[in-house]
């Protein structure tokens, strides 16, 4: 099996699979952290080459599953991945972490994409604290009347002098939230919808200061995920291998229920990263 990873979910799925002698698990990183968090068991990094390049290593490597547990956002990966498992013949699980909700005395603004973002959040302040990482952060340095808290993972290249970087991974908690918030007088956050526990805090603090969030919406799913596999979290992951150790991987093994919403931070609302 070949788990497309990056994020706690996948970590989590590779290591209850690696107790399990009936399954042999390859996870895949895309390679762009320095530092990246490593699954346990085996591990390949880089891309593939588009859709072509991933049928041909899970023919050449002899896969039966693939398991796309990426981040929700990596919509380039997660295309290949629905293209490239018809082609290879593999079995095919979607595994992705349910968004945010808002919850009482949240002020979150919904925007469809960067863009509309970087609009809102002029509107709504003048001292943000962006959450967004750094693949978009060019959408929100073109209004210097916004200072930027630029909170990413890995170094951004050269910003304009409105722009501070804070380089910093998660998790985060709730009391280190609101100190970042207070001490660089945040009127505004801006995030993704990234969903889980990790990075949730930062949402507890903006409600507890009264700072309003401007929350980019997912990426709309693509058609050609209708009818297949989905899960929402690693227990529903394994009941979907049992099905297929069983079934065998002709046979399709999940559920395409949507995604439950969880309020922000909330009981099993899982991780990020
Ligand atoms: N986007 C986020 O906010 C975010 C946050 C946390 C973690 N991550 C993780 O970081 C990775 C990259 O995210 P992204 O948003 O840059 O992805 P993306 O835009 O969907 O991916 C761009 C390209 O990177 C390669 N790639 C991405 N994920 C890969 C993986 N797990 N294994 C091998 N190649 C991969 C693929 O290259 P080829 O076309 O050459 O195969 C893909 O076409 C993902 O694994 C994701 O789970 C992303």
């Not at 041909?56 to 295309?79: C, F, K, Q, S």
Request: hydrophobic share 40%; glycine share 12%; net charge positive.
């Amino acid at each position: 099996m070949l788990i497309l990873g990056g994020t706690a979910e996948a970590r989590t799925l590779a290591a209850a699979l690696a107790q399990r002698p009936d399954v042999e698990c390859v996870s895949s990183l895309a390679g762009r952290v320095s530092r990246p968090r490593l699954p346990v068991g085996k591990v390949r990094v880089g891309g593939f080459g588009g859709p072509g390049g991933l049928t041909e290593w899970l023919r050449d490597n002899h896969m039966t599953a693939l398991v796309d547990a990426t981040h929700p956002y990596a919509e380039g990966i997660r295309g290949s991945a629905l293209a490239a498992a018809p082609l290879a013949g593999v079995a095919y699980l979607r595994l992705e972490r349910p968004g945010w909700t808002a919850g009482p005395g949240d002020q979150w603004h919904r925007v469809a994409g960067y863009a509309a973002a970087a609009t809102t959040m002029a509107a709504l302040g003048r001292r943000v604290f962006l959450t967004i990482g750094r693949q978009h952060l060019h959408a929100f340095t073109g209004l210097p009347e916004c200072w930027l808290l630029a909170r990413v993972v890995e170094e951004p290249g050269p910003v304009p002098r409105h722009v501070t970087v804070l380089r910093s991974r998660g998790p985060y908690t709730v009391g280190g939230e609101t100190a970042v918030l207070r001490e660089h007088r945040i009127d505004v956050l801006v995030t993704k919808d990234s969903g889980g526990s990790l990075t949730a805090p930062k949402l507890a603090a903006a409600r507890a200061l009264s700072v309003p969030v401007v929350m980019v919406d997912r990426p709309a799913p693509p058609p050609e995920l209708a009818g297949q596999d989905v899960v929402h979290d690693v227990i529903a992951a394994l009941r979907w291998v049992d099905r297929l150790a069983r079934t065998g991987p002709g046979s399709r093994a999940g559920s395409t229920r949507p995604p439950p919403r969880r309020h922000a931070g909330g009981p099993g609302s899982g991780s990020t990263r």
